[in-house]
Each structure stands twice: as C-alpha cells, then as structure tokens.
C-alpha cells in the first residue's frame, strides 16, 4: 500500500507540475520546492548525521549527486514539461530504469543479460516512437512539443547518471543522508536564477492564486517527501520485484488524471510507444536488482 500510495503521488505530479508552473517562473519553482522540502527534512537529516559524519573526500561526489538529480534533471524536466503532454513525458521517464541498467553496465562494469539489451533496444523504441519520429517522417510535428520530450529524455538521463554516481556512496551513507545533501545542493543552485527571475518580474508572487500554493505544497511536501518516505519505508518491507513492478503504476496514473484535468489525448502512436517502452523496462531489468535504488523522489 506505500508504495503504491508513493507512485499514485509521483504519477499525479507529472500533471500538477505542468498546472503549477503556469503561474510559478521555473528556477522559483525549483528553488521554493527544494528550500521548503529541505526545511522539512532538516531534522531527519540531522539527526541522522550525528551518529555518522560526511567525509569531506566524499562531497565532490556528493554534490555532483546534487547537480545530476536535482538541478539538472529538475531543469531539463520543468522546461520539457511545459513543452509537452504530461502523458508523453510520464511514459519517457519509464526508460529510467532500463538507462540505469545500461548506465551500470558501461559505467560500473556489471553484468547484463542478452535478455536485457533487447528489452533495452525496444523500450527505446518505444521512447523514439513517443517523443515524435512518426510525426517528424511525416513532416506534423510540433517543434514545441518535439524539443519538450527530448528535454524529458535528457531529465531522465542526467538522473540515471547521479544514480550511478550514488550506488558507492549508498553503502557508506543512508539515503537519507544522501537525500539531504541532494535537495541542500538544489537550494543552493537554484536561489541565483530563482532571484534573477524575481529581478525581472518583482509582481509575479502576488499573482499565485490558491491553486498555484496548492501545487507547490503538493510536490515539497507529497512528492519530495511523503512520496520518498512511503517508498523507502515499502521497500524495507517488500521484495525488490514487487517494489519495481509499481512503476508501471505512475504513466497509468498520469495519464488518467491528465485527460481528466488537463483534456489532454491518447494517442495511436503514444499506444504503440507505451507497449514498447513497457515490455522493454520488463525485459531490460528482468534479473537485475540495482535500478530499483534510483527511483525515489523523482521530479
């Protein structure tokens, strides 16, 4: 039931991002839901941090943990979120785990099955078929809509890469020390722009309407943290296969409440791009237990 409740929350959140950055400036956005999730998770972290104490060799891996995870990935995945359809973009972040696969074998050397470079080479398949290439070889795509699923990849791609960074560092530190450090170096990287952007614009705060406050608290508090919390705790109670096979949940999700609120459509290629991607994540992770570590607290 957490780790339901922990991907019901994520996949909503492809919806409530694209809905709260019409009123929120992108970098201010970042930067109050990290600050506000940071604040909250300050006394867990510090407590934590007590009883083992963060080697100063450490921190450069740390922080490019940070700048992979949440400033890269955050930026990437703010802007091709405006871009695109939650739909499209909820379907694209299931090449996560499949990357993370790849990632590990050409980064850390692990071992991989033929089983999963051909679910691999199909799930990317079925990103290449979602984020545009019958639309781009038939000359009616969308330049918007093209670049904002590419930028989800690169979203996707910029997490896989701090996930693989993470995996040593996760035998010496709790994730929730990680964790800490990963959203402290998102506050920090995000207060310039945020303040650039209040520079330009010093009235856009007194334009949030109620509905903007709500998707804000929405992803500081449920995404980032309840939604992490819930998915850790599920873990330690479950086995890693169980745990994986709700990430197949949040699209579902996602795309529920996204024709609902947002009246966005299902389309044939969008269909056939969702089979692919998902007989290629089932495929592509059969047997490795690593990528289910690099799930947590996404987007």
């Known amino acids: ?22 009123e929120f400036p992108t970098y201010s956005l970042a930067f109050l839901r990290f600050a506000i999730a940071f604040i909250l998770l300050a006394p867990f972290f510090i407590a934590q941090t007590k009883r083992v104490k963060i080697k100063k060799v450490d921190l450069p891996k740390l922080i490019w943990i940070g700048l992979f995870m949440v400033t890269f990935n955050i930026t990437f995945f703010f802007t091709g979120i405006q871009k695109t359809t939650a739909i ?13 696969v790849l990632f590990g074998w050409w980064f850390l050397k692990e ?11 199909l799930g990317l398949l079925g990103a290449v078929v979602i984020v545009g290439a019958p639309k781009f070889l038939t000359g009616t795509y969308s ?28 035998k010496t530190y ?16 995000f207060l310039l722009p945020a303040v650039s952007e209040y520079l330009k614009d010093p009235t856009w ?20 943290i309840s939604a992490y919390f819930l998915f850790e705790w599920g873990l330690s109670r479950t086995s890693i296969v169980a745990a994986d096979l709700f990430q197949y949940w949040e699209p579902f999700m996602a795309t529920f409440v996204a024709v609902l609120v947002l009246g966005e459509e299902i389309t044939i290629p969008f269909i056939i791009g969702a089979i692919l991607i998902t007989g290629g994540v089932y495929m592509g992770t059969l047997a490795k237990e690593i990528h289910h570590r690099l799930h947590y607290h996404r987007h």
């Open 111 to 121: 071992h991989i099955y033929t089983i999963n470079l051909a679910g691999i080479a």
């Open 1 to 22: 039931m957490a780790l339901f409740i922990a991907h019901t929350i994520w996949g909503i959140n492809f919806v409530v991002a694209k809905v709260t950055l019409q």
């Open 205 to 224: 705060p007194s334009r949030i309407s109620t509905l903007g406050f709500l998707g804000l608290t929405y992803m500081a508090l449920l995404s980032s």
């Open 143 to 170: 330049t918007d809509s093209l670049i904002g699923n590419i930028l989800i990849v690169f979203a996707s791609i910029s997490w896989v890469a701090g996930g693989t960074i993470s995996r040593k560092i996760l």
């Open 88 to 100: 499209d973009a909820s379907v694209l972040t299931l090449t996560i785990p499949m990357l993370s």
């Open 174 to 189: 709790s994730s929730l020390e990680v964790t800490g450090i990963v959203f402290l170096v998102g506050v920090i990287t």
